[in-house]
Structures are given as C-alpha cells and as structure tokens.
Nanobody, 122 residues
Framework: QLQAFGGGLVQAGSSLTLSCTTS????????MGWFRQGPGSERESVAT????????YYADSVKGRFTISRDRARRTVFLQMNSLKPEDTAVYYC?????????????????WGQGTQVTVSS
C-alpha cells in the first residue's frame, strides 16, 4: 500500500514536496516513481528512481525543477518540486515497480498510491 502526501494549491514559482510512504518491508527492492495526470490527459511519468537511488529519470518538462529521492529507513520516496508552473497542475501518483527498475513507462509499474492533487495558479 502506498500513501502519497503533500499536494496543495500554490502560486506559480512556488515549491512543494510530495511524500509517498509504504509499510512494505520490500520497499528497498522496489523501483519508485512519480506520475501525474492532468484534466483530460493521460497519466504520464514525472520522475523515477531505482532501488538504490543510483539511477533516476525525469520527464523533459520537469528537468532542473523537480528532484526525486528516497529514504530507505523511512520507506519513503520524495518529489521536491521547485519553480512550479500552472502546467504542473495534476493529480500526482506514486508507484512502485517490483522489478526494481526505473523504467518510466506506465505499464511497468505494479503498485499505485491514491494520488494527491497539486494545483498551481498563475
């Protein structure tokens, strides 16, 4: 079970940090990722990270603004979002991949959290 926190309503240029926690003891073996789905849009990958955190992926639209990280002891993955833009408005989901991969393709992910709304006003 994955639980995502940290969404909210912010102004453009602001920062937010999303958190996703799990009680799964196998957290350290999972690849973890953040995805988002805007109104009328398909779910898209935002950032992903491998089991050890050594490899990451970022969508072009968030490179240089977002940072994904993970804390094994707390079984938590974070998404630090800076310089937010109105086009970042979406429901953000965290996901876990049993394979440990950080492949951003949506179909590769096994477990999904409930989503947290991020709204960025202009």
């Amino acid at each position: 079970q994955l639980q995502a926190f940290g969404g909210g309503l912010v102004q453009a240029g602001s920062s937010l940090t999303l958190s996703c926690t799990t009680s799964a003891r196998t957290f350290s073996t999972y690849g973890m990722g953040w995805f988002r789905q805007g109104p009328g849009s398909e779910r898209e990958s935002v950032a992903t990270i491998t089991t050890g955190g050594g490899l990451t992926y970022y969508a072009d639209s968030v490179k240089g603004r977002f940072t994904i990280s993970r804390d094994r002891a707390r079984r938590t993955v974070f998404l630090q979002m800076n310089s937010l833009k109105p086009e970042d408005t979406a429901v953000y989901y965290c996901a876990a991949a049993k394979s440990g991969s950080h492949n951003p393709r949506v179909g590769n992910w096994d477990y999904w959290g409930q989503g947290t709304q991020v709204t960025v006003s202009s």
